[in-house]
């Protein structure tokens, strides 16, 4: 009761209830963080700064961590279906080669005796 009441009503506002600190917290996770650790940090601490810059890291690294693995896993999968495209492309470019040297070597062995003349 030391701190005056518009700064303990300014406070209640940002965490005076569970629903009030939980939509706080979520603001503080995903959007402008800097109001409610001032709020805290003029009027009731400093060290409540140092638990916002905390926690925004530790959220800030795992959220990123998580893109990061969702980012890579999609560039793998990605990557395995640019290798099966390509060897589907190889195989029918193959049949494609052989089909053709078929029809050369049947026109060269008009008797389809299995030997070639000139």
Same mark, same amino acid.
């Given at each position: 009761e030391a701190n005056p009441i518009e700064h303990r009503n300014n406070v209640f506002l940002y965490y005076g209830t569970f629903w009030r600190a939980l939509i706080t917290m979520f603001e503080v996770t995903f959007a402008n963080w800097a109001n409610a650790c001032r709020l805290l &940090?003029?009027? &009731?601490? *400093? *060290?409540y700064g140092v638990f916002f810059v905390v926690y925004r890291c530790i959220i800030g690294f795992a959220v990123l961590s998580v893109i990061q693995a969702v980012f890579i896993q999609q560039t793998m999968k990605t990557a395995q279906q640019d290798l099966e495209f390509e060897m589907q492309l190889k195989m029918k470019e193959a049949e494609s080669y052989k089909k053709k040297l078929e029809r050369i070597f049947k026109m060269l062995d008009p008797a389809g005796d299995g030997t070639v003349t000139l």
């Open positions: &940090v003029d009027n &009731v601490g *400093e *060290e």
